[in-house]
């Protein structure tokens, strides 16, 4: 577990609110974050959190983790977790962006055929539908490129 030491260093000057505002969030959010473990603010002599320029680092890694799907717990290894923690935690991660990676691929070039393609109700056309086959047959298909054979991709 990190310890925070308040050192010249690092010397606290952010409150929880400079803190949340400089990353557009809530301070309900620092406060879940500290509840979870991720954030271990000092606190002045009235006992009000005082964060650091270490803090501000761990809370950009937290909120770009996030963006990128990961969980809170995911996020705990990564920053404070023993290094076999981290590296099995971090594979799981990686194989997880790559299906999301593939599924927006997939969903992209859904998106690109339909703006060419010229049929009435695009969800008639043969290969935009076919987009969609893996879903519909529960398997896994390869992502469709954004071009199309049919006459009414013309």
Known sequence: MRVHVDMKSNAADWSIGQLAARFGLGTHVLRHWEDAGLLIPVRDSAGRRRFGES?????????????????????RALLDGE???????????????DRRMAEMTRSRD??????????????????FAAGVADIIEGTAAPPQGPTGGDAQDA
């Open 55 to 75: 803090d501000v680092t761990r809370v950009a890694v937290i909120v770009r983790s996030k963006a990128a799907g990961m969980s809170l717990e995911r996020i």
């Open 110 to 127: 859904m998106t690109l055929h339909a703006l060419r393609c010229r049929a009435h109700d695009v969800a008639t056309c043969p290969n």
């Open 83 to 97: 290094t076999a923690d981290r590296h099995e935690v971090l594979t799981a991660h990686i194989r997880d962006l």
